[in-house]
């Protein structure tokens, strides 16, 4: 069974100051890896996937990496603000389903 | 393109009513996911279909689930009867060939 895993669980950070949100997967046989934002009481919100044959991919202040052979992604936010404040969850897509991890809730301070 | 819809977006109801919760995927998408989620547990995977059919519906909690997709454009996901520990948040999300999933806005049942 696919176990995801993040770190930190929450992360509060002045604004400005670039992010960086861990997740970690036991079983390298993906298909793709799925980053996402959930705001309080709202849905999720796709941001960035990663095909397994990928290493990186980037959507403006967002990069996203991939070692499947480490089992490993990282989302890198840059110059982080207030507006940036939610819950990321990571998600990886094998045997046919997006296992999730708990999420990391970053809180930009002003 | 309006995305996934799903409704109600809220529900309340008493312990053994039914309830049906229901989803409109992206047209064009031809797999289809109910996810729930809870505090306790996350985000977990009740059903797949994939071209209407149901492929993997080893995440449904019990007999008391079913779920269903008579055609391309619409699915249900029946409780009956209903119990408070199925008090969460509901999830449809569709995709194409498996690649990226969109979600909708999710129901928020609560089973008094």
């Known amino acids: 069974k696919q176990e995801v895993t993040q770190i930190p669980a929450a992360l509060s950070v002045p604004e400005g100051e670039n992010l960086v949100l861990n997740c970690s997967f036991t079983?390298?046989?993906?298909?793709?890896l799925q980053w996402f934002r959930q705001d309080p009481g709202k849905g999720l919100t796709s941001l960035l996937l990663?095909?397994?044959?990928?290493r990186e991919q980037t959507s403006g202040r967002l990069n996203a990496s991939l070692d499947k052979s480490s089992g490993r992604s990282t989302l890198y936010i840059a110059a982080s603000q207030p507006g940036d404040s939610a819950t990321y969850l990571c998600?990886?897509?094998?045997?046919?389903?997006?296992?999730f991890g708990a999420g990391t809730t970053v809180t930009v301070r002003a | 393109d309006a995305g996934v819809i799903q409704s109600p977006r809220h529900e309340v109801t008493e312990m053994g009513q039914e309830v049906t919760l229901r989803c409109k995927p992206i047209?064009?998408?031809?797999?289809l996911f109910w996810y729930r989620q809870t505090m306790m547990r996350g985000l977990e995977l009740l059903i797949y279909?994939?071209?209407?059919?149901?492929?993997?519906d080893s995440g449904m909690p019990e007999d008391r689930f079913s779920a269903k997709m008579p055609n391309a454009s619409f699915s249900t996901l029946k409780i009956q009867p209903s119990e408070p520990r199925d008090s969460a948040v509901y999830f449809c999300?569709?995709?194409?060939?498996?690649?990226?999933?969109?979600f909708g806005p999710g129901t928020r049942l609560t089973v008094l």
């Open positions: 999300a569709s995709s194409l060939n498996a690649n990226e999933q969109f």
């Open positions: 079983d390298s046989a993906i298909y793709n």
């Open positions: 990663i095909q397994s044959s990928q």
């Open positions: 998600a990886v897509f094998s045997d046919y389903k997006l296992s």
């Open positions: 047209s064009g998408h031809n797999s």
């Open positions: 279909f994939n071209n209407n059919v149901p492929i993997d």
